[in-house]
């Protein structure tokens, strides 16, 4: 029988790839098998320019670590396939809405489609949602309305999506409304506090209920969370939302693959199992919530599971 296929996801990196990096080597070390893609849910911040960077990105007093990828300096150890977020260098997006590879191993999906990874059929769209501009043509980001707008997906992205089926996994940057409620309805009494009722967006909804990805995969709230959409006459989504690539406890979420199914799922760099089949998907499937956290600490991991090693 094959190796089952070890896929790592990321947070919002915002330009920390140093540090992804090293944490993807910790997986690697528990799990005792290489990490074969990583997939990151927007916000990348992927600034080929060093000067960019300083200028444009949300974290700019932070190092422009990724020019040293596009420049050949250092190169990621495994492919990296990201989307675009609200926070991106539009600049050099624009003329790969289709996708394609920014630097050695680093590889923008584009703005909306489905693709196969791994042998995965993993179905994706970029941005968040802005109700004025969803219906309003892509413009060139060449002024700092454009940039913004850039970080607005478009109905005809959308659509892209829609008839596409039998995905395993879809990559999203916004959270689809209504998750938080779903939460609070089967645990009233959740292990940690539930972020608030308004997060996400009705679009993203629908494309999720629409096409039901087995697994779904968010970020740009900063927050680690976890649901399964259920419920009789339409196939289960299970939903892990991640946290920004500050620590790496629940910006990181892997999961291994035998056949195209899951097989096991877990958060950070522990190798600690949170789920295999059989198992319920929601909030309790988290780390132990960490307390005190300074947003850029390293902290030590936090997690419970079944087992630190490959089943």
């Known amino acids: 029988m094959a190796e089952p296929l070890l896929v790592a996801a990321l947070g919002d990196i915002h330009g920390r790839f140093h540090r992804v990096e090293a944490w993807l080597d910790v997986l690697e070390q528990a799990r005792r098998r290489r990490v074969s893609l990583v997939l990151a849910v927007g916000d990348v911040e992927a600034f080929r320019r060093a000067d960019d960077h300083r200028r444009k990105a949300a974290k700019r007093t932070m190092p422009a670590e990724f020019a040293e990828y596009a420049d050949g300096v250092r190169r990621v150890k495994r492919p990296l396939y990201f989307i675009g977020g609200n926070n991106e260098d539009f600049d050099a997006l624009h003329d790969l ?6 630097a050695p191993g680093v590889t923008y999906l584009g703005r909306s489609g489905l693709c196969e990874l791994g042998g995965l059929r993993v179905a994706f769209l970029s941005g968040i949602h802005a109700p004025r501009f969803i219906d309003q043509p892509l ?3 060449s002024t700092q309305e454009t940039l913004k707008q850039a970080g607005y997906f478009r109905a005809a992205e959308v659509e892209r999506v829609m008839s596409a089926r039998d995905v395993d996994v879809m990559l999203v940057h916004e959270w689809p409304r209504g998750i ?3 939460a609070r309805e089967e645990n009233p009494a959740p ?22 990805p087995k697994w779904l995969l968010c970020g740009h709230s900063h927050k680690a969370f976890a649901v399964a959409l259920e419920e009789p006459g339409r196939s289960p989504t299970r939903i892990a939302c991640l946290d920004q690539a500050a620590r790496p406890e629940e910006s990181v979420f892997w999961l291994e693959f035998e056949e195209r199914a899951a097989v096991r799922v877990g958060w950070g760099t522990s190798g600690e199992v949170a789920w295999v089949p059989g198992q319920r998907w929601d909030m309790g499937a988290l780390p132990v919530h960490a307390l005190g956290r300074d947003g850029e600490g390293d902290g030590s991991p936090a997690g419970a599971g079944l087992s630190p090693v490959p089943g």
Not at 195 to 210: E, H, M, Q
């Open 139 to 141: 413009k060139r980001p």
């Open 180 to 182: 938080v409620q779903r």
């Open 97 to 102: 809405q289709g996708g394609g590879e920014l």
């Open 191 to 212: 292990p940690r506090p539930l972020p608030s009722y308004w997060i996400g967006n009705p679009v993203t909804r629908k494309l999720v209920d629409t096409v039901q």
